[in-house]
């Protein structure tokens, strides 16, 4: 059975930062692309960032780029997402996901990825 855990969500004042770390377990964690979304109550699930197995590749939206950072410890089993300058409008709901048969131009579409954690509340205050 396989199973994402993440962790390291909170409340945080605008301009801070957070780690949020995402363990997987029940699969060969290092065959896949991993992936972060977020969702705000209202809105649309989010793509906020995406690695490949080796961690050779990363994906980020304009709209966190340069903020947040996706990284990968294989041996771990865990995909970290390191987010500083955070903003009010970052606050959501944050999910990680495991990508099945997904190729590279997929990876900020959630329907792709076949696994998928609870989510960690992310608040930023303003």
């Known amino acids: 059975q396989v199973q994402l855990a993440e962790s390291g969500g909170g409340l945080v004042q605008a301009g801070g930062s957070l780690r949020l770390s995402c363990t997987v377990s029940?699969?060969?964690?290092?065959?896949?692309?991993m992936g972060w979304f977020r969702q705000a109550p209202g809105k649309e699930r989010e793509f906020v960032a995406a690695?490949?197995?080796?961690?050779?590749?990363?994906w980020y939206p304009d709209s966190v780029k340069g903020r947040f950072t996706i990284s990968r410890d294989n041996a771990k089993n865990t995909v970290y997402l390191e987010m500083n300058s955070l903003k009010p409008e970052d606050t959501a709901v944050y999910y990680c996901?495991?990508?099945?048969?997904?190729?590279?131009?997929?990876?900020?579409?959630?329907?792709?990825?076949?696994?998928w954690g609870q989510g960690t509340q992310v608040t930023v205050s303003s």
């Open positions: 029940g699969r060969t964690f290092s065959y896949y692309i």
């Open positions: 996901a495991s990508g099945g048969l997904l190729a590279r131009v997929e990876v900020a579409t959630p329907n792709k990825y076949d696994y």
């Open positions: 690695i490949t197995w080796s961690g050779s590749s990363t």
